[in-house]
C-alpha cells in the first residue's frame, strides 16, 4: 500500500542555515511524490512535485525537494532559512485505484526558524 | 482570483443535528476532495469526485457523505455527527493530470 512517512515531529532550524524536512515513502510502481506547506490558520499550499526527470526538484518559495529512489526518500530542503518558513509542512504520495488517482498525505513536520 | 472556498469557516454543534459544509470553486477544475486534518494523523481524504455524479470514497468515509452535482460544488454532508468528528476540514480542487491539489481555508468543526 503506498504511505509516506515522516520521521521528525519537530524540526527547528536557525535563520540563515539549510534547512531539512526528511520524507520516506512506499509505494508500488514509480512514485508520484509532493510537498505541501501549511501556514497558521490557513489552507495548504503546493510547494512542488516529483514525477519524473531530474532528482532534484525546485519549487516556491526557494524550496527543492531531492528524490532518492534506492533510499526511497523525497526530503524537502532549502539553502537559507528564514523566520518566515516556520510553518507546518506536508508530504504526499499518488495511489491509483480503481476509480483514478487519489493522495495519501504523511502526519506533517512542524519547522520552527528562530531568528 | 482563483479559489476555493469553504462555509462555514467555524462551526459548533451537537451530536445527531445533521449538517453541511459546503465547498466551490472556480477554477472549472473536475477533481475535488475532502479532507480531514487531526493532529499527528496528517489529512486523511474522506471522499473525492472525479466529475460531476461520480464520486468514490477515500480512507476515512464512515459518518459522511458527499454529491456532486455540479462541477465547481462539491458539500460534506454529516447526517447524525458525532464528537469523533471534531476536526479540521478542508476542501481541495485541481486538474487531472497535473496533481497539484488547490486547499480552501478550513473549516473547524466541534461536535458536542
Known amino acids: 500500500a503506498q504511505s509516506v512517512a515522516q520521521p521528525e515531529d519537530q524540526v527547528n532550524v536557525a535563520e540563515g542555515n539549510p534547512l531539512t524536512v526528511k520524507c520516506t515513502y512506499s509505494?508500488?510502481?514509480?512514485?508520484?511524490l509532493f510537498w505541501y506547506v501549511q501556514y497558521p490558520n490557513r489552507g495548504l499550499q503546493f510547494l512542488l512535485k516529483?514525477?519524473?526527470?531530474?532528482?532534484l526538484v525546485k519549487g516556491s518559495y526557494g524550496f527543492e525537494a531531492e528524490f532518492n529512489k534506492s533510499q526511497t526518500s523525497f526530503h524537502l530542503k532549502k539553502p537559507s532559512a528564514l523566520v518566515s518558513d516556520s510553518a507546518l509542512y506536508f508530504c504526499?504520495?499518488?495511489?491509483?485505484?480503481?476509480?483514478?488517482?487519489?493522495?495519501?498525505f504523511g502526519p506533517g513536520t512542524r519547522l520552527s526558524v528562530l531568528p | 482570483e482563483a479559489q476555493v472556498t469553504q462555509n462555514p469557516r467555524y462551526l459548533i454543534t451537537v451530536t445527531g443535528k445533521k449538517l453541511t459544509v459546503t465547498c466551490s470553486q472556480n477554477?472549472?477544475?473536475?477533481?475535488m476532495s475532502w479532507y480531514r486534518q487531526d493532529p499527528g494523523l496528517g489529512l486523511r481524504q474522506i471522499y473525492y469526485?472525479?466529475?460531476?455524479?461520480?464520486?468514490d470514497k477515500g480512507d476515512v468515509p464512515e459518518g459522511y457523505k458527499v454529491s456532486r452535482k455540479e462541477k465547481r460544488n462539491f458539500p460534506l454532508i454529516l447526517e447524525s455527527p458525532s464528537p469523533n468528528q471534531t476536526s479540521l476540514y478542508f476542501c481541495?480542487?485541481?486538474?487531472?493530470?497535473?496533481?497539484?491539489?488547490?486547499f480552501g481555508p478550513g473549516t473547524r468543526l466541534t461536535v458536542t
Open positions: 516529483y514525477i519524473t526527470g531530474d532528482n
Open positions: 481541495a480542487s485541481r486538474e487531472p493530470g497535473l496533481y497539484e491539489q488547490y
Open positions: 477554477m472549472n477544475h473536475e477533481y
Open positions: 509505494v508500488s510502481g514509480n512514485p508520484y
Open positions: 504526499a504520495v499518488r495511489r491509483v485505484n480503481n476509480y483514478g488517482q487519489n493522495f495519501v
Open positions: 469526485s472525479m466529475n460531476v455524479e461520480v464520486t
